[in-house]
């Protein structure tokens, strides 16, 4: 927490003080669980803020982003689970989804340690739930090429705004 209020207190992140000890709440739980399965190799601290946090600050800048997104290849949980732990609006609703099983379940483990009770987490192909969710918003973060995340949503109309997030 120490070092994401420095950061905070240094004009780097946008961030209030609940949020920055939401983050490092996760920040916890995704190190504490990386030891179980590999989720990801950004492992500190401060790697946790440059490799996840800002990215995920930056997607709040985003002035597209709508009320009912869905994070395809969730994974970690960055960017979807980061995202609903500091999201301010409390009328979005995050849908993340995985089809690994074992990553979903530690997305919707972490989701109900932490109180998210905004976030539903699926472990079905993106391809069979996004006509249920009807999202207006889509995400997605190092899961394939743009040609296959499109080929996933392309049957859904519903969405505006594809966010990709580079890797």
Do not use: Y
């Not at 689970?81 to 993340?96: M, T, V």
């Not at 932490?114 to 006509?131: C, H, K």
């Amino acid at each position: 927490l120490k070092a994401i209020q420095a950061r905070i207190s240094q004009g780097q992140l946008d961030l209030n003080m609940e949020q920055a000890k939401s983050a490092a709440l996760f920040a916890e739980i995704l190190h504490r669980e990386n030891e179980i399965q590999n989720l990801t190799r950004i492992l500190g601290l401060e790697e946790f803020i440059d490799g996840h946090l800002l990215d995920v600050v930056e997607l709040f800048k985003m002035k597209t982003l709508g009320k009912c997104v869905l994070d395809i290849g969730s994974g970690c949980g960055v960017p979807g689970l980061l995202a609903a732990a500091i999201d301010l609006d409390q009328e979005r609703k995050w849908f993340l989804c995985d089809s690994e099983k074992q990553k979903a379940e530690f997305l919707a483990n972490t989701a109900t340690e932490m109180g998210l009770n905004r976030v539903s987490v699926s472990s079905s192909r993106v391809e069979t739930i996004i006509n249920e969710i009807e999202p207006d918003t889509v995400t997605a973060r190092a899961v394939g090429t743009v040609d296959k995340l499109g080929g996933w949503i392309l049957g859904c109309s519903t969405w505006n705004n594809f966010i990709l997030f580079k890797s």
